[in-house]
Every structure is written in C-alpha cells, then in structure tokens.
C-alpha cells in the first residue's frame, strides 16, 4: 500500500488539531471511512464527537473521551505524532485533496472488483449488466460535491448568490436559455433538476418544439441527449437540417432541390456536426437505461448535461409493465417520478413530452386542460412546470394555421399564463408571433401575453 495517503491523512489530522475549526470544513466533504486506516478514522469520528459536544479538540481530550482501548487510536505517541505533524494549518486543503483522491481511488477499484463479480454470474439481459455496471462506476467516480445532507445556512447562501445576480441584471435569463424570448421571460430559463412535461394532442409540433430548445441549448455549448422513442434519429436530424435552413421537409423528401439549397442543407449539416447533440431512438427505452445513458454522454462529453430530451413518456417501458395487478396509469407514474430522479441525478433538466387523451376533441373549448395529461397518474404532481401547446386553426378554419398557443399550466417558481407562437411546420421551426396583420380570432384571454 502506497504511504503517500497516510501521510496525507497524519497532515490533515494534525492540521485538525492545530485548528480546531477544520474539524467542520473537513467534515463537510469527506466522512470517517475515506480515511484508509481504522485508527484515522476513529480519530476523526473523536474529533467530531468532541466538536459537537462543544469540548476542546486536541490529542489528549481525544484519548480521555475514547471509550475503548487507547491502541484503536495509535496509542498516545501516535496521537502525539499526528499532533505534531505540521507546523501550519494553512496547507490543510492540498491534504485533504490527497484524503479524497485516495479514496475515490479505492472506491472504483473495490466496484470494480464487485462488478467482476457480477458478470462472473448468469447474465441474461445485456442492457441491465450495463447498466448496473456503469452505475456503479459513476457512483464511485462522483466527486460528492451535492450531499444529500446541506447545512440550512449553506443552501441560503447559495440563494443569495442566485438572488443578487438577477438583482445586478434584472430581467436577464439566469437559467439555461430555451431560445423562445418570451417563454424565457417567464420561466427565466430552465434549470439543473427540473422536470419539464410539454403535452399537446398529436400534430400540435412537440417534437418541434422539443428539437428547436436542445439546439439552442446545444448552441450555447451544452450537451444534449434526446431520447426518442417514436421517431428514428435520421428523422430527427432531417426536422434540424430543415429548421436551419428553412428548406421545407417535403422538398428534401421529394429531392426537389435546387444546387444552392443541397449546398445549404451541406452547410448545415457540418455545423450540427459541432452541436454535442446525441440521439437514441430505441423504442424499447427504460429509465434505467436512460440513466446509463445519460452517465454515458456525461463522461464522452466531459462536462455537465445541458438538457435532456425525452419523447414521449407514454411510449416508455416501466419496471412493473404487464405486472396482475398493476394499471398502465401507475406505470405511468412510476416513470415520472423516475424521470424526476433522472434529472436530480444528472443534475440537468428534463424535457418530457406527453401525450393528451382523447377528451380535449370532445369538448367546445379545445384549449388543454392538466387534467387532459394522458394516463396522467403523478405526472402534474412530479412536473416542476407543465407546458401545453395549442393550434386554433388545427380546429377552427377562421384562425390562422400557423397561430400556435404554448400554455404554461403549471410552474413552481414562476407564473402561469400563454404565449403566442409562430409555428413553421414545413420547416420544423417555432418563433416569435408577430401579430402585423389583422386576424379573425376570438378575444384573446388575459393570461395570453
């Protein structure tokens, strides 16, 4: 075994002792068992025993307070050894780097070593090796920096950091951008964390909608990672190639072309090759392999997820699909607040997209309702906001075809309300609703802004 943790470990515990007040710094980033030795450990857990009990913390308050024998600790020379280890306590932070490095080391050698276990078994299904492999990978590669347990204090100074910058630039995006002004003046953005549900009845543009905001947020640099369900990922890039050109779909599906749009389409095809964008289109997708995924992309990428794209939920496989005794709306249910754990875990928000029942096309009023959210279950209740798109002209023959309404339903730390879209479908492209010309519309609601 390599000494050089040891003495890393000496450093820091002697650092402890020369400053006493290390003791919380310290404990708020590792624990007793990443120290390699059970005598450091049971140094440590001393050392915080007497912090919290408000007692002097030095080697002799440590060997009084002791209940057992003094030799789990080292015996007194050690201790005095540790307590003269270091003549400041300046440097504490290279040694505690050292503790944690050590540590995560030998985590990921002991997972891997469980994980050779694992597959020395009868595996019958690849996709849940892997998955159990890379999640134990990950797990021991996490630097640890999101605890489950936050001082109150902690979280409210972090507020406050999030407070002052819209305070030094108000109506900014703090967020990530979705590329839709006004849905970003709403929302401020969308978040690490969030579940986003965009819902609407079939051929309202979700898809659309959900591709135009993760190449936006691709744009500003993020990964993305879509995972779809319904339509092949050839299908996808089309609908992007189309949107940045503003050469329609049924003009590159029917190869009616002109020189100057396969030039552009060839352009645009080489800038999406710089967009860190990735596509699984299986139709077969679990949350669990999603959660592979995303660890997958996370680690090519090199850096955070930007936003994660699912479409659609209703097309997912739960744990307890075909199940006696287990309803399709409590499979349902299940993946959201799978799709909730997903975004925490990523730390990355979410975009779900979600079908409507049947229902809207019966009633006068065709606007979508919460309530429409097709084997809804815990859907509205996981979501942390709950968009809703609407096309009048798709219904009435006197509104104009390309008026789209994205309906904000429900949003935890911002407003509801409706905003007006312009809705491209030749081009796969929403924008801006300029409202120049005179319409024949209904009066617009007060929460359409």
């Known amino acids: 075994m390599s000494t050089i943790p040891i003495e890393s470990e000496i450093a820091l515990l002697g650092s402890m002792l020369l400053n006493p007040a290390l003791v919380d710094e310290v404990a708020g980033e590792l624990s007793a068992r990443d120290f390699v030795t059970p005598q450091h450990r049971n140094i440590f857990n001393s050392m915080l025993k007497l912090r919290a009990a408000g007692n002097e913390v030095c080697y002799l308050s440590i060997l009084r307070s002791y209940p057992g024998d003094e030799r789990d600790l080292g015996g007194i020379e050690y201790l005095q050894k540790i307590d003269e280890a270091v003549a400041t306590s300046k440097t504490y932070r290279v040694f505690l780097e050292k503790v944690i490095n050590a540590s995560r080391v030998r985590s990921l050698s002991q997972r891997l070593i469980e994980c050779q276990k694992f597959l020395e078994r009868p595996v019958e299904n690849f996709e849940e090796a892997y998955s159990h492999v890379a999640a134990e990978v990950f797990s021991a590669c996490s630097k640890g920096e999101s605890k489950d347990l936050v001082h109150i204090s902690k979280a409210a100074e972090q507020a406050m950091v999030e407070i002052k910058a819209a305070f030094d630039s108000p109506g900014s995006v703090s967020g990530t951008s979705t590329g839709i002004d006004k849905l970003d003046e709403m929302t401020t953005g969308i978040y690490p964390g969030q579940l986003l549900v965009l819902a609407g009845r079939p051929g309202m543009g979700k898809t659309t909608l959900a591709l135009n905001i993760a190449q936006h947020v691709s744009n500003q640099g993020l990964p993305v990672v879509i995972f779809s369900l319904e339509m092949p990922a050839v299908q996808l890039a089309t609908k992007m190639l189309t949107e940045s050109t503003g050469i329609s779909q049924t003009a590159c599906r029917s190869g009616s072309l002109t020189g100057r749009e396969i030039e552009r389409l060839v352009s645009a095809k080489n800038n999406i090759r710089d967009n860190n964008i990735w596509v699984h289109d299986s139709s077969l997708c679990t949350t669990s392999e999603m959660h592979s995924r995303c660890r997958q992309v996370r680690a090519l990428a090199g850096q955070p997820i930007g936003l994660i794209v699912v479409d659609y939920i209703q097309l997912m496989s739960g744990k307890t699909e075909g199940k006696r005794g287990v309803s399709r709306e409590q499979v349902v249910s299940q993946i959201s607040r799978e799709l909730k754990i997903i975004a925490k875990e990523a730390n990355a928000p979410v975009l779900a997209l979600s079908q409507l029942n049947r229902g809207v096309e019966s009633r006068q009023d065709k606007r979508p309702m919460m309530s429409d959210l097709r084997e809804s279950g815990a859907i509205e209740q996981d979501a942390d906001a709950v968009l809703m798109l609407f096309r009048p002209g798709y219904y009435e023959d006197d509104q104009p075809d390309d ?47």
Do not use: Y
């Open 403 to 449: 008026l789209c309404e994205l309906i904000i339903s429900k949003q935890r730390q911002g407003r509801t309300g409706a905003i007006n879209l312009k809705f491209d479908a030749a081009v796969s492209r929403f924008s801006t609703w300029h409202d120049e010309q005179p319409r024949k519309m209904k009066p617009t609601r007060e929460w359409v802004l």
